[in-house]
């Protein structure tokens, strides 16, 4: 089968840990998605990583392993949406908080119930959920593009309407949708012990 994607595209799914998916969550969907991907050949690979519903920057990070994987990825795509014009708030959250008791500060992410990574090769090329502009790119817009085989290089933008993502150009979403829509799923302890 021949598709318009490199055969080095691989693709992280980031999911929230401590929950057991519904059937019909947004984690249990993006997951037979990606699965139908790779098995059509649209990607190379999907990894699966698992966070909390908060991320805090310290010392622990770098002596962790899967705490400095996550620390990265949060930093590859800050990195990666100022190039690309786009923003990771309110989809991810970073806030400093500071321990009245010791004096230090601290970086806190909020992260949401599932993220998407996109790579060709070793390069980072999407982020989902994020902002552009007004609009809110979520990780089945991102999905759409990669099962039509158009997603190759670009980031997605829309045309009019919700059902047709595009890779480039400007056009208004015909239904914003909220925060909630996006990123509902049930709020969950952090399972590194930080707030």
């Known amino acids: 089968m021949t598709t318009d994607h ?3 595209r691989t693709v992280e799914l980031w999911i929230r840990g401590c929950t ?11 997951l ?6 790779d098995e059509r050949g649209v990607v190379e690979g999907v990894t699966v990583g698992v966070w909390g519903d908060t991320f ?19 930093e590859a795509f800050e990195a990666w949406a100022a190039e690309n014009d786009r923003r990771l708030e309110p989809c991810f959250r970073r806030r400093q908080t500071h321990s009245q008791l010791t004096g230090a500060n601290r970086e806190v992410w909020r992260l949401p119930a599932v993220a998407l990574a996109e790579f060709d090769g070793d390069d980072l090329v999407h982020v989902a959920p994020c902002r552009d502009g007004d609009r809110t790119v979520d990780i089945f ?9 158009t997603g190759s290089e670009t980031v997605v933008r829309f045309d009019g309407n919700r059902g047709n993502p595009r890779e480039t150009g400007d056009g208004d979403r015909t239904e ?7 990123f509902a799923g049930p709020r969950v302890g952090n399972p590194y012990g930080t707030r």
């Open 6 to 8: 490199p055969a080095s």
């Open 56 to 74: 805090e920057s310290s010392s622990l990070s770098e002596q962790v392993s899967q705490l400095e994987r996550i620390q990265s990825r949060l």
């Open 141 to 149: 817009d991102r999905l759409e593009v990669l099962e039509s085989g």
């Open 32 to 37: 037979d998605t990606l699965e139908q991907l």
């Open 176 to 182: 914003p949708r909220t925060e909630r829509d996006e």
């Open 20 to 30: 057991s998916p519904a059937p019909d969550s947004n984690q249990e969907r993006a």
